[in-house]
């Protein structure tokens, strides 16, 4: 069973970065898709950026070219480097994970209905 852990939120100015981490247990991250999702208050949930068994990322365009997903498999660790936040940015960001079998999960859906597994989310807040 995958547990996923994230931290790093909290607030800044607009702007600013913020560096959010997802430890990961229960499974190799190495096999699994992973992703960032954000939920404002009052939408839906909606992906930011994935990565999968390949390390083949997807971006929102929403935050292409400003944020960038990592994933240190060593680490157990999946990261969201965020820079040149926006007030608009603000929202609960969540960690998740895709398995689709035991050779690996190739797959760069942004979908949150593609994910089997969240984590419990931090909060990211930009004035």
């Known amino acids: 069973h995958v547990q996923l852990v994230e931290s790093g939120g909290g607030s800044v100015q607009a702007g600013g970065s913020l560096r959010l981490s997802c430890a990961v247990s229960g499974y190799d991250a190495l096999y699994l898709c992973m992703g960032w999702f954000r939920q404002a208050p009052g939408k839906e949930r909606e992906g930011v950026a994935v990565i999968n068994r390949r390390g083949t990322t997807r971006y929102a365009d929403f935050v292409t070219g400003r944020f960038t997903i990592s994933k240190v498999n060593a680490e157990k660790t999946l990261y969201l480097q965020m820079s040149n936040l926006k007030p608009e940015d603000t929202a609960t960001y969540y960690c998740?994970?895709?398995?689709?079998?035991?050779?690996?999960?190739?797959?760069?859906?942004?979908?949150?209905?593609?994910?089997?597994?969240w984590g419990q989310g931090t909060q990211v807040t930009v004035s």
């Open positions: 998740a994970a895709q398995y689709t079998g035991i050779s690996g999960c190739y797959a760069t859906s942004l979908a949150p209905a593609s994910f089997d597994y």
